[in-house]
């Protein structure tokens, strides 16, 4: 790859610009160390004439959230036949919805915690309290509420009191239009991410996630000292086991390839239950992958400029 560039695709338009920013910076320091000649480029009106004017050998997408993970950016790629990271735009429309990927870990039978999903016009036909105590008396006390599509932790609230839940519900909502509400499992919350070798989908040493303030919020997430992380993880061989084959059964069921990060909680008895899995992680100095490829004795940089190499072979040996 020596002789060849690449191009980071970071920043964008979503409300996690400023971390795709740090991640996207990070990474092109890091592929630079070994050797690869990069670019930073924003995800703006002038990207498409960037591409075609000044194709790139491979891009690396370190856009969070909205375009850079719902299948859109990939789709470009797809039309323009440019080779990328990670996974194609089929896939990503699966996984970076949080429904759909629960519902097709619960059908192979892994463990997620139950779960409604109700959009916000629901809430306005049929009167927001009647359905705010529907939702209490079938998933019970406390229970998490997300946005159904987006990362980061934005709009996300653990509620423990039924009071809580119109404020909850109303910032849940200035993020998406869907809420996801799921019973809340209390346990040991991991991250666990999964790269592609040769050998097939490989999970790297997963992070144990310790907030400061009980929740990992998007403070939590990205201001330092606010979070312990352990990692490896502080379980037991065989809940190490677990979280380590449920990050690689998402990768595989929800068709995803190169890179993913699977968000999961340990019980005390040891099940691991899936929360959601991340098609673009990030890479930021708080973030869970990096933390992973050091624990796992590689660099950031041999990592990505490895799964590079795979990107440009795989378009390569694409005879579309």
């Known amino acids: 790859m020596s002789d060849q560039w690449v191009a980071v695709l970071s920043g964008g338009l979503s409300h996690e610009r400023d971390v795709s920013l740090r991640s996207g910076r990070r990474l092109s320091t890091a592929l630079r160390s070994v050797g690869l000649t990069v670019e930073e480029w924003d995800a703006d009106s002038s990207l ?9 050998d491979a891009v690396v997408v370190a856009l969070h959230g909205g375009e850079g993970e719902n299948g859109s950016i990939q789709t470009i790629f797809e039309m323009l036949r440019i080779p990328f990271v990670g996974a194609d735009s089929h896939a990503c429309r699966r996984a970076w919805d949080k429904p759909t990927a629960k519902a097709e870990l619960a059908r192979a039978g892994l463990a997620t915690p139950d779960w409604v999903v109700l959009p916000h016009s629901t809430f306005r036909e049929l ?4 359905v705010l105590d529907a939702m209490v008396d079938r998933l019970g006390l406390p229970l998490m509420l997300k946005p159904d599509q987006g990362g980061s932790a934005l709009g996300a609230h653990v509620v423990h009191d039924a009071s809580e839940l119109p404020a909850a519900m109303v910032g849940c909502l200035a993020y998406s239009e869907t809420v996801l509400a799921e019973r809340f499992v209390a346990g040991t919350e991991v991250a666990v991410t999964v790269i592609d070798t040769d ?3 490989t999970a790297l040493p997963a992070v144990e996630i310790v907030p400061e303030r009980g929740v990992y919020d998007y403070t939590a997430r990205y201001t330092a ?4 992380f352990h990692t490896p993880a502080r379980l037991d061989e065989r809940a190490t086991a677990a979280v380590a084959d449920l990050a690689v059964a998402a990768h595989k069921l929800l068709g995803l390839r190169d890179v993913s990060r699977t968000d999961a909680v340990v019980t005390p008895d040891g099940t691991a239950h899936f929360l959601e899995v991340n098609l673009s992680p990030g890479l930021t100095e708080t973030s869970l992958l990096p933390m992973a490829i050091e624990a796992s004795g ?3 940089g041999e990592i990505y400029a490895a799964l590079i190499d795979r990107a440009v072979a795989r378009q390569a040996g694409d005879p579309q």
């Open 48 to 56: 498409l004439t960037r591409l075609r004017e000044h194709r790139p």
């Open 127 to 130: 009167g927001a309290a009647p």
């Open 199 to 201: 050998g097939g989908p």
């Open 225 to 228: 000292g606010l979070t312990d």
């Open 298 to 300: 590689q660099s950031l």
